[in-house]
């Protein structure tokens, strides 16, 4: 029988399909094992080479647990709403769901074809109405919840609604950011819009004005992760902030429980350390500023202290005429010279003065162009403008003025920093650059190259603070705050509350109808709510969602006023995708207790790290609060995560010549490439350095383009499709069939005729030519050959460049494997016992398969299965008791070729080497029956002795002394002492 890889594979394939082969058992007396990938957004390429090397690795490890004997959740599923199949949708007016379908369909094929054991029971979609019912069921519970300071958890709004009606919100300690109080009675004669007003500022789920990052021209809100250097990630659009109405999630009320979660499980410290920066948790003080006005008409910029006022200076706390600050280093208090507020503080068209509102204003504008990663990110450009403002400072009453700057966000902290550029380098270099004097209030520390950031060191020039030691300042400065009542010690958390509006059209709708301005949710028994049809996928001409252009009809439910227009974010529906798996036609629940209860947390989560404070961060947010309200019984969704690196691709260039023209009356170049000819010049990587100016005029003057004082400008590489270039020589004849604008290209080839191509390992990507996909691979080589291969090519963690050299070396294994079972086509498999060698070989592969696999070194194994085989081909083994052994360590890496060698040439039932029991290692097996003692005299080494492994010191010198050669060499002299160490040496000394 020959290795048909293809015929192989295909019958598994299909065997696995009927026979439900890896369909998970809910509740099985077995021990569970959840194995998971992060699912796949389908997009319209398909996968290429890198999207499968961590469903691979996933897949391994999912059936080396079962050869375990453990019962093992393995599941799929599709991310299938997002934006590209929406701009799709925009441009061809075909519906996002027909795109997602073909698109999903794609993917499965090329899943399939890699032959991974996934329970395909349990897919899940999240663009289907069965399963978005329960991500909008979430949502409601959300909406419906408050989370108690108290309890230290989320609970639903009917007890804080109970309290109200009882005390009013007097008692209440909640995450919120409402500080007005009211009394029972007060409570109850509100209207209803008041009470859902003030219950709106509790919610976990609520909406508010929050500024976003708007991209008009996708006429959508973006994630901070979908703005790249001001611009759209798709399209590369204009994005600029924009105060908007929108849903939010209030996850900062979870910010301490998801630092203190991360030391319960088992991540990476990268990707624990990513996320403990973004939740970003700081001690300090929220301090208040006074504003001090002038009078009017007086002074536009700013006035005297005698012409103005000292507005409430002495009331202490937070009124509409305080600028508050928070700040972790309330120690350098008395260092503060001016005051940066962000430029979309609600404060700065109030206090800016007249004289300088149109620069204020122009440089709001500017601002609300970026990003606020960008912003952030931007430390090299400095930029500001004064208000005309002052606020005054609650210990000295010394007037600071106030500026703006796109450095500080709004979204952060209040929106406002006390600027102190002695000990903070990006104030120190705000000052410097519009001239603001600094205070310098460390003792002995030079600042006129730069701030001093260290945290240690003496206060000076400060008042009650001033010979103190840095920490001891920090404690006293926050006690004195508190004292006078000029603001109150905090601990503060960078984590942002998550927007959760998307004006979108392709994405799971808002269970959410509105009365007279009212949210309300939509009753259970009508979910889901699904999305209505439209007539165009863009927003309104009024700048509405698309949703808005749904009438009543249109929505199979309908209530109130309106339905909500906005669609949720991609990461709701992938937030709780895990649990779904565990009970995934459940009508009822989104996953009953029992089950959820079995399989419990994911054991093993694969995917990339760039999903460290998007996806992994919502999903631990989600999860506790599910625990909170009882409906699962742990808090920390993903045991164990393991990051995969990336893939890369091997790009191939042409080089196209650039050219410039000289005018005779200006000494200025004019640039052109191909626009002013109808064809395109081409020169060989080895040719560019070299002297070719005219071969390029000969090819000017033979197409009839006669151009005088031309100077080449450069060579500018062009991506080229790397299926036309073969170990980087291109095809030339295909090239220019490849793409209409290079049928009539010309090139300048090397002196051997051929064209060679650049090249540059980056990213695997579809615009830069350079994608492999892996059906071709599984055509040619296989899929046992591609998953072994894929992993062979270095650690999992690891980012690598992809390169099929090595391929070819991985077929080969499996073929050379296929051998040791048959030859010319016949069956050599025997009932002979095994050799010990071959149980030495067969023993010490075991060890180092379990190993590796417990250490998930998926690379390694490739190796120990090469050297397994090729040993047992030199010992000429064909025994079944070795061989049976080595197909079940094979069967994760290459389950086609296991199937087939353990039912067709070792004669067990069909499909179950899936549920084989993993060999045992025997370590007595590895240990060698006799050991070889050199026997030394005095120290040099005379002979050999060959004795059993298992003799004592004891038995070795009596061994020895018995023999022969040790008489000769001891000449009828008795020994003064001998010294044995067992397994290795014996030395007489004479």
Known sequence: MEYNFSEIEKKWRQFWADHKT????????????????????????GLHVGHPLGYIASDIYARYKRLKGYNVLHPMGYDSFGLPAEQYAIQTGQHPAITTEQNISRYRDQLDKIGFSFDWDREVRTSDPRYYKWTQWIFKQIFNSWYNLKSNKAEDISTLIAAFESNGNTGIEAVTEFTETFTAGEWKNYSEKTQ?????????????????????????????????????????????????????????????????????????????????????????????????????????????????????????GQTDHTIEVFTTRPDTIFGVSFMVLAPEHPLVDEITTTEYKDVVDAYKTAASLKSERDRQADVKNITGQFTGAYVLHPFSGEKIPVWIGDYVLASYGTGAVMAVPCGDQRDWDFATHFNIPVKNIFENTDISEGAYTEKEGIIADSDFLSGLPVKKAMVIAIAKIEELGIGKGKTNYRLRDAIFSRQRYWGEPFPVYYKNDIPYLVDDAHLPVELPEVNKYLPTEDGEPPLARAGKSAWKYFEGDRMEYNTMPGWAGSSFYYLRYMDPHNDNEFVSKDKADYWNQVDLYIGGSEHATGHLLYSRFWCKFLYDRGYISFDEPFKKLINQ??????????????????????????????????????????????????????????????????????FSPIHVDISLVDNDKLDVEAFKMWRSEFANAEFILEDDGSYTCGSEVEKMSKSKFNVQTPDELVEKFGADTLRMYEMFLGPLEQ????????????????????????????????????????????????????????????????????????????????????????????????????????????????????????????????????????????????????????????????????????????????????????????????
């Open 799 to 990: 980012t690598k460049p992809w390169d099929t050299k090595g391929i070819n070396g991985v077929h080969n294994f499996l073929r050379k494997l296929w051998r040791l079972f048959y030859e010319n086509g016949n069956l050599i498999v025997t009932d002979a016992p095994a050799s010990k060698e071959a149980l030495k070989t067969l023993h010490k592969t075991i060890k180092k398969v379990e190993d590796d696999l417990e250490r998930f070194s998926f690379n390694t194994n490739v190796s120990n299965l090469m050297i397994c085989v090729n040993e047992l081909t030199e010992q000429k083994c064909h025994s079944k008791e070795i061989l049976k052994q080595v197909v079940i360590l094979l069967a994760p890496y290459a389950p086609h070729t296991a199937e087939e060698l353990w039912s067709e040439a070792l004669g067990n039932r069909a499909g179950t080497v899936s549920t084989a029991q993993f060999p045992a290692f025997s370590p007595e097996m590895l240990v060698e029956a006799n050991t070889v003692y050199p026997v030394s005299f005095n120290g040099k080494m005379r002979f050999n002795a060959e004795l059993p492994t298992t003799f004592s010191a004891k038995e070795v010198e009596e061994a020895v002394l018995a023999m022969p050669e040790t008489q000769k060499w001891l000449e009828g002299k008795t020994p003064k002492k001998m010294i044995v160490v067992p397994g290795r040496i014996v030395n007489i000394v004479v």
């Open 196 to 316: 859902s007003d003030i219950l709106m500022e509790y919610r976990l789920a609520y909406l508010a004005d929050s500024w976003v990052n708007w991209c008009p021209a996708l006429g959508t809100v973006l994630a901070n992760d979908e703005v790249i250097n001001g611009l759209s990630e798709r399209g590369g659009h204009p994005v600029e902030q924009k105060l908007m109405r929108q849903w939010s999630m209030r996850i900062k009320a979870y910010a301490e429980r998801l630092i203190t979660g991360l030391d319960t499980i088992d991540w990476t410290d990268a990707i624990k350390d990513i996320q403990r920066n973004w939740i970003g948790k700081s001690r300090g003080a929220s301090v208040f500023f006074p504003l001090w006005k002038a009078c009017p008409d007086k002074n536009s910029s700013g006035g005297t202290e005698e012409e103005g006022s000292l507005a409430d200076n002495k009331k202490g």
């Open 22 to 45: 890896f369909k998970a058992e809910d509740n099985s007396s077995k021990p569970k094992y959840y194995v998971l990938d992060m699912f796949p957004y389908p997009s319209g390429a």
């Open 645 to 714: 690196g990336m893939i890369l691709g091997r790009s191939s260039f042409v080089y196209r010549v650039d050219f410039a023209t000289i005018d005779n009356d200006t000494p200025e170049k004019t640039t052109f490439n191909t626009g002013l000819i109808d064809f395109t010049i081409f020169v060989s990587k080895e040719k560019i350095n070299a002297s070719i100016n005219n071969e390029i005029f000969s090819i000017l003057k033979k197409r009839d383009f006669y151009f005088n004082g031309f100077t080449i400008e450069g």
